[in-house]
C-alpha cells in the first residue's frame, strides 16, 4: 500500500467508524471518518485512496452520494455497504461505478481483501487519467488543419491520401505533418498515434 493512500469511511453509526478505523488503521491504512455524506461532500477530499459507503444514511444516503461523486468523475473506488440484500441496490451502485457492495455483517478478511483490489484499481485508473491528461495537453496546441491531418494520420492514411482527402498539396502535408510531430514531442509516427488515442482514451 502507499503511504499517502487514504481509506474515506461515511457511515452515521458512530460505533461503526470507531470499529471500522480501529481495523484498518490496524492493517496499516491511514483512515478519514464522517459521520454524513453531507460531511463527506463539505471537505476538500482527495482522490488517492478508496470509499466505504454505507448505504442507509438520513438526509443523503449512500447511492446519492455515489451519484454526486460519478457525475464529478472523480476517481475515487468505492465499496458500498448494507445491511441487507438488495439485487436492485447492488445493480444501480454497479452502474454508479461502485467497486464492490458488500453486505453486512461482512467477514474483516473479506472487507481487507475488497479495500487492497480497489487501493489497486484506483491506483491504475489514477496513472490512465494522468497519461490521458499529459497527451491531450501536448496535442492542444494544435491548429484546426493539424488536427484534422492528425486524425488521418491516425486513421492510417498516407500523406499522398491525406492531400486529396483534404484538397491540399503532398508537400503541404508533409510540412503539418513535421508541426505535428514538433508539438506534440514525438519522433516517430507510431509514437504519434499512440499519443493522439492516449489522448482520446476514455
Known amino acids: 500500500m502507499n503511504a499517502d493512500e487514504i481509506v474515506f469511511v461515511v457511515d452515521d453509526d458512530l460505533s461503526v467508524l470507531d470499529s471500522l478505523t480501529v481495523l484498518l488503521e490496524t492493517a ?27 448505504l442507509n444514511m ?3 444516503n449512500g447511492l446519492e452520494l455515489q451519484a454526486c461523486l460519478a457525475r464529478s468523475e472523480r476517481i475515487l473506488p ?40 480497489a487501493m489497486a484499481k484506483g491506483r491504475k485508473e489514477r496513472q490512465k487519467a494522468s497519461v490521458q491528461r499529459q497527451a491531450a495537453s501536448r496535442l492542444s496546441g494544435l491548429s484546426e488543419r493539424e488536427r484534422q491531418v492528425l486524425d488521418l494520420v491516425v486513421e492510417g492514411s498516407a500523406s499522398k491520401v491525406i492531400a486529396h482527402e483534404l484538397g491540399i498539396s503532398r508537400r503541404t502535408v508533409e510540412i503539418h505533418r513535421a508541426k505535428i510531430m514538433r508539438k506534440a514531442e514525438v519522433q516517430n509516427t507510431a509514437e504519434l498515434v499512440r499519443l493522439a488515442k492516449e489522448s482520446a482514451a476514455s
Open 58 to 60: 438520513p438526509e443523503m
Open 28 to 54: 496499516g491504512y491511514r483512515v478519514v471518518a464522517y459521520n454524513s455524506a453531507k460531511e463527506f461532500l463539505s471537505e476538500p477530499v482527495g482522490d488517492n485512496g478508496c470509499l466505504i459507503l454505507d
Open 78 to 117: 468505492v465499496i458500498l455497504v448494507t445491511g441487507f440484500a438488495e439485487v436492485g441496490t447492488a445493480v444501480e451502485s454497479m452502474k454508479l461505478g461502485a467497486y464492490d457492495v458488500l453486505e453486512k455483517p461482512y467477514d474483516d478478511e473479506q472487507l481487507l481483501s475488497v479495500i487492497a483490489d
